[in-house]
């Protein structure tokens, strides 16, 4: 199957090295950024500050992009109109711009003969044509006579839902309050500058910026009382993460710290020393994501 990637930022550069890494039938064909020339891709392919050199060796020529026996067509539109979509016979294009989150945006793909569309960024339009997934939770909902653009939600989600799943099954959720201190981002600004969100708005290279959702749960439970069973609790995240969660949700009972779970291709890692319990029924959870590592 030929694939495209529409956007190569943090998102779609993981995508392009795992597709490149495998040996399948999904075939990379062609890259598309607004920002860069091939030059400039192949660089920030091979060079990741984050998740450091790639291993691989990497040439480029004019627009192409050589990569161990794979060549890539690069391209810089800004347009899904200006993409050779239907002259590559793509079948599946990747969209991780970030802005492309419309059934009428995403019909460009379908109308060159794309057959699906895999979106990085959570979709809140409602289509019976649409899913949200998040894997381990709801992937089962898929359908694929019916379901023809599919998104993962977002990285917060992915680290929450696995919880939210384990603690309603086991306790019941009464409420629940969910803090993230986020890794920085490109949506976030170098020096302080004016912006609606005004904690955005701060230098991200001087601030740990909280948002609404992510890696900090607070959950008020039904379950009739948590005191003394702090072990109990975590050993049941840890009985989810050895079978029905294996490979999406891990513990760690070790104190480490944000560095330590680079490439951790978990969706969330609970922090097991970090569990604690207040007023016999407020239940903390602290849980480690690595960005966008895991929805690779």
Same mark, same amino acid.
């Given at each position: 199957?030929?694939?495209? =990637? ?5 998102? #779609? ?15 990379? !064909?062609?890259?598309?950024? =607004? @920002? #860069?020339?091939?030059? +400039?891709? %192949? ?24 990569? #161990? ?6 391209y810089s539109e800004n347009e899904l109109r200006g993409l050779p979509i239907r002259e590559f ?7 991780? +711009?970030?802005? @492309?989150?419309? +059934?009428?945006?995403?019909?460009? &793909? ?10 990085? %960024? ?22 694929? @006579? ?10 917060? /989600? ?19 309050? !969910? ?5 920085? /981002?490109?949506? *976030? !600004?170098?020096?302080? =500058? ?19 959702? #992510?890696?900090?749960? %607070?959950?008020?439970?039904? &379950? ?15 009985? &989810?993460? *050895? ?7 891990? =513990? ?19 922090? +097991? ?24």
């Open positions: 199957m030929k694939i495209l =990637i529409n956007g190569i930022g943090r998102i #779609g550069k993981l995508i392009a090295r795992e597709l490149l890494e495998k040996d399948s039938n999904l075939k990379l !064909v062609f890259i598309n950024d =607004i @920002n #860069g020339d091939a030059e +400039t891709q %192949a660089h920030l392919l091979e060079f990741d500050s984050i998740h450091g050199q790639w291993d691989k060796k990497i040439k480029f020529n004019k627009n192409k992009i050589k990569i #161990g026996s794979n060549t890539l067509f690069c016979n793509i079948d599946i294009a990747i969209d991780c +711009t970030g802005k @492309n989150k419309t +059934t009428d945006q995403l019909n460009h &793909y379908f109308n060159q003969g794309v057959k699906k569309v895999l979106v990085s %960024a959570p979709i809140s339009e409602k289509s019976q044509s649409i899913v949200n997934l998040v894997y381990g939770v709801n992937h089962h909902i898929y359908n694929p @006579n019916i379901h023809n653009i599919i998104t993962a939600a977002s990285c917060t /989600t992915n680290s929450i839902a696995p919880i939210i799943l384990v603690l309603k099954k086991e306790f019941g959720i009464e409420s629940c309050c !969910v803090t993230t201190i986020h890794d920085v /981002t490109n949506t *976030q !600004v170098i020096a302080d =500058i004016p912006k609606k969100d005004l904690r955005r708005s701060r230098s991200s290279i001087n601030n740990l910026i909280p948002t609404t959702t #992510g890696s900090a749960k %607070a959950i008020t439970l039904i &379950y009739p009382e948590l005191e003394g069973k702090i072990d109990e609790v975590n050993k049941m995240f840890e009985k &989810y993460s *050895q079978k029905i969660l294996k490979g999406i949700l891990s =513990i760690e009972k070790r104190p480490l710290v944000s560095s330590d779970f680079l490439n951790n291709p978990n969706s969330v890692i609970i922090d +097991t020393l970090s569990t604690m319990v207040v007023n016999k029924k407020l239940l903390k959870v602290f849980g480690w994501y690595d960005n966008e590592y895991a929805m690779r």
